[in-house]
């Protein structure tokens, strides 16, 4: 072990950190930041994750990040909304995270009524149509969080793993 290593660890874990808040909150690539945590990995020598790790790492993070921006769309559409549902969830999730240390299911029922206020006032859908395409924009959040957290979750415990490996 190296003097650089607990920086280096700190850097990691920090990235993994900001990796899990990016699977949530917009704007924040979870995946890719998480991944860098990897790469930086392979030059600790506590971890020492191989080119090949990086390598898979790599392109499943650049699949789930490309997957994320296709899904939330695809769903919403298939279920009869518009960009205003996506918009909508958007927005709505964004004031759920801000005010969500109020009243934490803020962080859940934002993105669906964004999505639902989206249709009604912007697209002129109709109520019930409204719903349906609200109810595709929140899975489609859902399955993307999911999907995002998912894949940081096993990024980190490769990089445990390898910690362990190596004490």
């Keep these: 072990m190296t003097f650089l290593d607990i920086p280096l660890l700190i850097i990691i874990f920090a990235l993994f950190l900001i990796g899990f808040v990016g699977s949530i909150v917009p704007g924040i690539p979870g995946p890719p930041v998480?991944?860098?945590g990897m790469l930086l990995g392979h030059w600790c020598l506590l971890t020492k994750t191989s080119w090949v790790t990086i390598i898979i790492t790599f392109v499943a993070a650049l699949i789930i990040t490309i997957l994320d921006f296709v899904l939330q769309p695809w769903?919403?559409?298939n279920?009869?909304?518009s960009k205003a549902a996506v918009w909508g969830a958007t927005i709505g999730l964004i004031i759920g995270l801000i005010f969500g240390s109020a009243?934490?299911?803020l962080v859940l029922i934002g993105p669906f009524a964004g999505a639902f206020i989206g249709e009604v006032t912007?697209?002129?859908n109709t109520l019930t149509g409204?719903?349906?395409s609200a109810t595709g924009a929140f899975a489609g959040f859902l399955l993307g969080t999911g999907i995002k957290m998912i894949c940081v979750a096993v990024f980190l415990g490769i990089i445990i793993f390898e910690i362990i490996k190596n004490i």
């Design 34 to 36: 998480a991944w860098i």
């Design 75 to 77: 769903l919403t559409k």
């Design 79 to 81: 279920f009869g909304g």
């Design 103 to 105: 009243f934490p299911p």
């Design 122 to 124: 912007i697209s002129g």
């Design 130 to 132: 409204s719903l349906k």
